[in-house]
């Protein structure tokens, strides 16, 4: 057996099930041997794919992510996918073949593109060619992306004929890892197999025993990097395994009016927080990550942050009490911090120390796991005589608005959507039954003005920013354009409720993440920690994988639809009974309402019509557009079966309007 036998053998010995890649020469026999040893290899059709599908496929069943790319340009086509993964701490294994003279063709300095965007790196020897991967399977459980770069020469060097018991190595690279390096942060470096050590490497930051996973779907470490203001560290750090829980049940007792705020960190534990939420009196939200955790409680605010209703946006704002479960409390969850009352007490709870007050102050920090931290509170509770449920934030009266208000689709909404030609003048839709605006609501945004926002045509206009660029020309006008919102509700309607719905980035993203529900935190997969655009189909594809006892639902824009368009010959592939929606206004709509407001010439990111449903066909898929709810009715019918073949939905939106949680989102560039 050659080494790079002994890498795939030892990867399957370890629990690996399932790898993604793009077979290149380098990394042609570790995949090999990675099959012989009983995984599944799932080929997509680039490496961005590859390693994006391992990403959401970690998030949605509890193991880690593998993926295998080739030298050089393999390398470097996943890097987007890479860094997604390390800023949201997906434990994630991506092996690489790697040339180490400069005068290759498909020379490149491996170890510092993946240090670059925060993954972590080891290179095999081959004398430790196996000990060298149990290790990088180990770190990438604890929740980091880890590359294993596999020298060509290496890999084709023989290896012992027997295996090391996988138990004795898997203690052994262990007991190499300071348990303080899950605390550090990624750009430390990459792992120098020489060092007693692995600095950088994370110890202790997500949980998991042994090699056989991370914990579980929840068990990601901490809320991970995303990106966000920084804010001033004014707290004490308490750890519950030292009693410093007692102070934080203090603040618990002394809140009026508590909300918990679940991040990524704290998915899984929703039995340990509803638990302590009940007995204190809180209500419940989560960030976009954790979306569904809550779902069924009486108490539920869905998401925090830009997505929030106006109710949720008027309690969270009102609480003298937030805490943050495994959540970063960044700008997206806490929009700017507006979402925190100049008197309200803020508490973190998170497994990374280095997480606590990263992003704005905090009134205490405690470190420990979520789910135990939430049970120690719970504890503390009764010996201190504190065994009725008190009443807090929650209120019969309370119950009845949240149940009357507390979705997007219970918000009145004027629909934007345009008729046929020789339709009644009112757009299809809700605009009947939801005639007015509200303020805060979602025909109230913070914008600087509504602007004509479609490709009319090729002319000069269009060049010179006046442009129309949700009614492609007068042609495309004459068919109508369905408003998003409308499109969102009438998909929740239609779709089973056992679905699992991944979004892709831009300027409609919010209308599946706020106008459609799922069953719980496994059914949203949200790849935005680096808020790329087309990664959407890639994340649904793994997450279909993981999950195959749920109907896959791809939300993507026009923009990503098109990056990731390789990938549907992937879903074709497969045979996943995928729908994937594309929310088409022909642009980059995110910068044509970020600049069209104040004039600026828009032909840079405006796209004449595609017929996006022909180019599904040709890959395979059963394809309709819609561009009214009427439309919708081709769903159905899909639904109804057998469902052989994906269906993608070309729904021609309406988008004179920007989505109102832009300006916000802007604010962070």
């Known amino acids: 057996m050659n080494v790079a036998g002994a890498v795939g053998a030892t990867l399957a010995r370890l629990g690996v099930r399932t790898a993604f890649g793009v077979v290149g020469s380098g990394n042609f026999h570790v995949t090999n041997a990675l099959v012989d040893g009983g995984a599944r290899f799932v080929a997509a059709r680039h490496e961005g794919g590859a390693v994006t599908m391992a990403d959401a496929y970690a998030r949605m069943s509890g193991e880690v992510g593998v993926v295998t790319v080739h030298q050089g340009p393999g390398l470097t086509n ?34 510092a593109l993946a240090t670059a965007v925060g993954a972590l790196t080891i290179r095999i020897s081959a004398g ?32 012992a004929r027997e295996l090391p018991e996988i138990e004795a190595l898997a203690t052994a690279a262990g007991s190499r890892i300071p348990p303080e390096a899950g605390a550090r942060s990624a750009a ?53 395994e030292f009693g410093g829980v007692d102070e934080f049940v203090d603040v618990l007792l002394a809140a009026r009016r508590p909300v918990f705020v679940a991040g990524r960190g704290a998915r899984g534990a929703r039995m ?22 809550f ?59 280095d997480a606590i007050g990263a992003h704005r102050p905090v009134t205490l920090g405690v470190v420990g796991d979520v789910a135990e931290t939430a049970k120690h509170a719970l504890a503390r509770l009764d010996p201190r005589h504190v065994t009725t449920f008190r009443m807090g934030y929650r209120s019969p009266g309370l119950a009845e608005r949240l149940a009357r208000e507390g979705r997007w689709r219970d918000v009145p909404y004027e629909d934007w ?17 939801h005639p007015a605006s509200v303020p805060g609501g979602h025909d109230d945004p913070p914008t600087k003005g509504r602007i004509d926002t479609g490709m009319a045509g090729h002319d000069d206009s269009a060049r010179k920013g006046r442009i129309d660029r949700g009614i492609a020309g007068p042609d495309s006008a004459r068919k109508g354009r369905i408003d998003p919102r409308t499109l969102s509700i009438g998909l929740d309607d239609l779709l089973p409720d056992e679905r699992i719905i991944a979004t892709d980035s831009g300027n409609f993203m919010g209308y599946p993440a706020m106008f459609m529900d799922v069953p719980d935190e496994c059914g949203f997969v949200f790849t935005q920690a680096f808020q790329s655009i087309g990664l959407g189909l890639a994340t649904a594809i ?13 939300a993507l824009g026009d923009g990503g639809a098109l990056m990731g368009v390789a990938e549907l010959e992937t879903v074709v592939r497969l045979g996943l009974p995928m729908v994937i929606v594309v929310y ?79 300006e916000e989102a802007f604010r962070g560039h």
């Open 78 to 111: 996943a890097l987007t996918g890479l860094t997604e993964a390390a800023k949201s701490r997906t434990p994630l294994l991506l092996l690489a073949g790697e040339v180490t003279s400069p005068r290759s063709n498909f020379y490149v300095d491996q170890a």
């Open 128 to 159: 430790t060619a196996v000990e060298d991967t149990v290790r990088a399977y180990w770190i990438a459980c604890s929740g980091r992306a880890v590359l294993l770069n596999l020298p060509l020469d290496v890999q084709a060097a023989s290896a």
């Open 188 to 240: 430390e470096g990459s792992i120098s197999l020489s060092d007693v050590g692995v600095p950088g490497a994370g110890g202790s930051g997500a949980g998991g025993s042994g090699v056989g996973g991370f914990a579980g779907a929840g068990g990601f470490a901490g809320a991970g990097s995303e990106a966000g203001d920084s804010g001033v560290r004014d707290s004490g750090v308490l750890r519950p």
């Open 272 to 293: 340990e927080l509803v638990a302590l939420a009940d007995r204190v009196g809180a209500l419940l939200a989560t960030s976009a990550v954790a979306k569904g955790l």
């Open 295 to 353: 779902r069924g409680s009486t108490w539920d605010l869905d998401v925090s942050g830009g997505f929030a209703t106006p109710l949720a946006v008027e309690l969270i704002q009102d609480a003298d009490l937030i805490v943050g479960w495994g959540c970063a409390l960044n700008m997206w969850t806490m929009r700017h911090g507006s979402l925190i009352g100049p008197d309200t007490t803020v508490v973190q709870v998170d497994q990374d120390p």
């Open 417 to 433: 959507g345009t008729p046929r030609e020789g339709d009644p003048d009112e757009a299809d839709g809700r605009a009947g039954s």
């Open 542 to 554: 793994g997450a279909a994988l993981a999950r195959p006892d749920r109907l896959p639902v791809a």
């Open 584 to 662: 088409d206004d022909e642009a980059y709509g995110a910068e044509v309402h970020h600049f069209g407001p104040d004039g600026f010439p828009l032909g840079t990111v405006t796209f004449p019509p595609t017929d996006l449903a022909a180019i599904a066909r040709g890959f395979g898929c059963d394809a309709l557009t819609v561009r009214a709810k009427e439309d919708l009715h081709g769903v159905a019918e899909w639904l109804k079966g057998p469902r052989e073949r994906p269906l993608l939905v070309d729904a021609k939106v309406a988008a004179d309007r920007g989505s109102w949680w832009l």
